[in-house]
């Protein structure tokens, strides 16, 4: 399954597929992306990040893509679980002050 | 200790009550954050200390106060709030301002 992040802000996939969260940001001088997970009732948890100066980056069963030209990342989960289900955030350092603004999030549910 | 701690939990006000909210990191990060995040959207930041020294108020209401007492501890006091403040408020820190942040599990605020 696939979201668009600002414009499909619900994302449904079947355990054991992959999702793919997208996230479209606004400032080309932002250099330093990070995607955090929300769980209910709980606060954002890192999930993974990337720099400017690299368009793929891999943890476990999870892959950012950075795409510069067009100001877009994604998320991509490999074989989703139900654990999985939450909101997850984008969130850009913007300069000038160097701080993280958080996009729209996009709420990921895994069907058993 | 790689966590972040906030105390309260949960916190019922009125409106011309005055309350705090606390907040504890001893990861040694230099660099606190107040987020504010309302039901279904993303955190909004609010205030950044970097080495003790307000270095980012975004634009709050002087009804919230940001302290920082020291490295480890950032106070948030309210005062006169609206029911319309009533969300979760965040903190997280990071090793220094612009590095990936850390978030403890919110308080949740009810102001009547």
């Known amino acids: 399954g696939e979201s668009v992040g600002l414009h499909l802000p619900t994302l449904s996939v079947q355990e054991g597929d992959n999702s793919i969260i997208n996230c479209a940001y606004s400032n080309s001088a932002s250099d330093y992306f990070i995607w955090y997970k929300q769980e209910s009732g709980k606060g954002p948890q890192f999930i993974i990040d990337i720099r400017s100066n690299m368009d793929k980056r891999q943890g476990q069963r999870v892959t950012v893509l950075l795409n510069k030209t067009v100001k877009h990342l994604s998320l991509q989960i490999a074989a989703t679980q139900p654990g999985d289900s939450a909101v997850y955030f984008c969130?850009?350092?913007?300069?000038?002050?160097?701080?993280?603004?958080f996009g729209t999030g996009t709420s990921l549910t895994v069907i058993p | 200790d790689t966590e972040v701690t906030q105390t309260p939990k949960h916190l019922v006000m009125g409106m011309t009550n005055k309350k705090s909210l606390k907040c504890e990191q001893h990861m040694g990060h230099r660099a606190m954050y107040w987020y504010k995040q309302k039901a279904k959207k993303p955190p909004e930041l609010m205030f950044v200390?970097?080495?003790?020294?307000?270095?980012i108020n975004e634009s709050v209401p002087s009804r919230f106060s940001p302290e920082c007492p020291n490295s480890s501890l950032l106070n948030l006091h309210l005062h006169a709030l609206q029911p319309e403040d009533s969300a979760l408020y965040l903190c997280?820190?990071?090793?220094?301002?612009?590095?990936?942040?850390?978030f403890g599990p919110g308080t949740r605020l009810t102001v009547l």
């Open positions: 200390y970097s080495y003790e020294k307000l270095s």
């Open positions: 969130a850009e350092n913007r300069s000038p002050g160097n701080q993280f603004y």
């Open positions: 997280a820190s990071s090793q220094s301002k612009g590095g990936e942040q850390f």
